[in-house]
């Protein structure tokens, strides 16, 4: 792979050579200019400037964790959301594309403006991205060269992380560090949700442990040993954090309110904490009900049922989000926490 300015310079010295023009290069500019293909595919390689957009959960920021492996301090990373996706992308393309060499977008998808954004620009820049999803709503975006979306791949379900590595591991970018495959295997079950079939707790608490340690520890952890094994005292946080969080699903099962939504019957709940594990929870135990919505007012709304005749994938893209049939999730726009802000306020409590 030839940059544009190497392209450019051997471009002039045929010309020179060609006018008789005696044209004197620093050794180092030379040798690299003329260096076999093969080795210059390396040289590429190590200084390959990448840029990686992915999702904010264990999944997610796991492959932050693999792009950190792969590309060191050569992968600038920013850590998205559903609602900031479409936006930084677009910065991006407008804005600073040409710093980077590849662009990858992992855990989480474009929107179809932000895709058609992508697609118009010309080739090369296209070249750069590739998107890696394994949401069952993206997959409309396989009709793009430059995405891949997979579900499932040979009856397995796939997670971002799994995805992420398996390019990387094709492109030879991942050496084998010890425990790498055993990290993404717990990391894929957790997000998805195999673990609870599997009964494989280790999964569970490598995503409590994320939480515990939030991202830039989880991330410094698993770069400097990948291993998923915990330490003594990763264990010890672990058994306090499990405390914490049968306390708070008491708590917050408490106060489910039933309401019907379209044909649905469904469990609404508001909390900020231990969304899956609450939601899977009170799923389980609110069986009238078809699905679980918890509304977290500072972010977005989770759903989750552990009913086969519900998507909540489909539920949640009606409210503008997306996910899986069993998880899903949507945003809380802006306008709508107003009103609620101005309802809480509109009605004096004696
Ligand atoms: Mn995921």
């Not at 999702?55 to 990373?77: E, P, Q």
């Not at 998107?131 to 009709?143: F, G, K, M, R, S």
Request: aromatic share 10%; hydrophobic share 35%.
């Amino acid at each position: 792979m030839k940059t544009d300015y190497d392209q450019q310079m051997q471009d002039f010295l045929a010309k020179a050579k060609n006018l008789g023009i005696k044209v004197t290069l620093h050794s180092q500019e030379a040798s690299r200019l003329f260096e076999k293909p093969d080795r210059e595919s390396q040289r590429v390689s190590q200084e390959l400037k990448v840029k990686l957009f992915t999702h904010t959960d264990t999944d997610g920021v796991s492959c932050g964790v693999l792009g950190k492996l792969a590309f060191k301090d050569n992968i600038d990373i920013d850590y998205c959301s559903y609602e900031d996706i479409n936006e930084k992308v677009g910065k991006l393309i407008d804005g600073y594309v040409e710093k980077y060499d590849k662009i990858f977008i992992t855990d989480l998808s474009v929107n179809e403006e932000m895709a058609s954004a992508i697609e118009k620009k010309p080739q090369y820049i296209k070249d750069k991205f590739t998107l890696l999803d394994h949401h069952i709503t993206a997959e409309w975006l396989n009709d793009y060269e430059w995405a891949d979306v997979k579900v499932s791949e040979n009856g397995v379900a796939a997670s971002g992380t799994s995805l992420f590595y398996e390019f990387l591991q094709k492109e030879g970018r991942l050496g084998n560090q010890t425990g790498i495959a055993d990290y993404v295997e717990l990391v894929r079950q957790y997000d998805t949700w195999e673990w609870k079939e599997k009964e494989n707790y280790h999964a569970k608490q490598l995503n409590d442990l994320f939480y515990i340690l939030g991202r830039e520890r989880f991330v410094a952890r698993f770069i400097a040993d990948c291993s998923p094994n915990f330490t003594e005292a990763e264990q010890l946080l672990l058994d306090i954090e499990q405390e914490k969080i049968d306390r708070y699903i008491k708590a917050r099962s408490k106060d489910v309110m039933v309401r019907p939504i379209n044909e649905y019957t469904v469990g609404i709940v508001y909390a900020e904490q231990y969304i899956s594990e609450l939601g899977n929870a009170l799923a389980e135990s609110y069986r009238q009900v078809d699905f679980i919505a918890i509304v977290n007012m500072s972010r977005s709304i989770s759903y989750r049922t552990v009913k086969d005749n519900i998507n909540v994938g489909e539920i949640a893209a009606f409210f503008g989000g997306g996910g899986h049939q069993k998880a899903a999730g949507s945003p809380i726009l802006r306008e709508i926490k107003e009103r609620v802000a101005e309802m809480v306020f509109s009605v004096p409590v004696a």
